[in-house]
């Protein structure tokens, strides 16, 4: 069973940095689309950004300018650069992988925290 890995959460002060990575147990060009989701307590899991196999990305409003997705093929690992972040930033950070086929997986999550 395909897995997912992240790394890199913790805790930052406002305005700093974090870079997320997400490491599949399988090759990373099978997954048509890879993404990251995030959720806080009460609300649903939300979009963040996503990279298509072909590498073109997207982001939610309230993320553009601020974070970078990317994917680095030789080291099979998708990354989230996030800066200047939020204190509603917080949030548990979960990195997820689409197949052609359609086959959806999570990673664990990652708790991201920003204080004021």
């Known amino acids: 069973q395909a897995q997912l890995v992240e790394s890199g959460g913790g805790l930052v002060q406002a305005g700093g940095s974090l870079r997320l990575s997400c490491a599949p147990s399988i090759k990373i060009l099978i997954f048509k689309v890879m993404a990251w989701y995030r959720q806080t307590p009460g609300k649903q899991r939300e979009l963040v950004a996503s990279i298509s196999v072909g590498g073109i990305s997207h982001f939610a409003d309230s993320e553009k300018g601020r974070f970078t997705i990317s994917r680095d093929i030789d080291k099979n690992t998708m990354y989230l650069q996030m800066d200047s972040l939020k204190p509603e930033d917080t949030a548990v950070y979960y990195c997820?992988?689409?197949?052609?086929?359609?086959?959806?997986?999570w990673g664990q999550g990652t708790q991201v925290t920003v204080s004021s």
């Open positions: 997820n992988a689409v197949t052609f086929s359609n086959y959806t997986i």
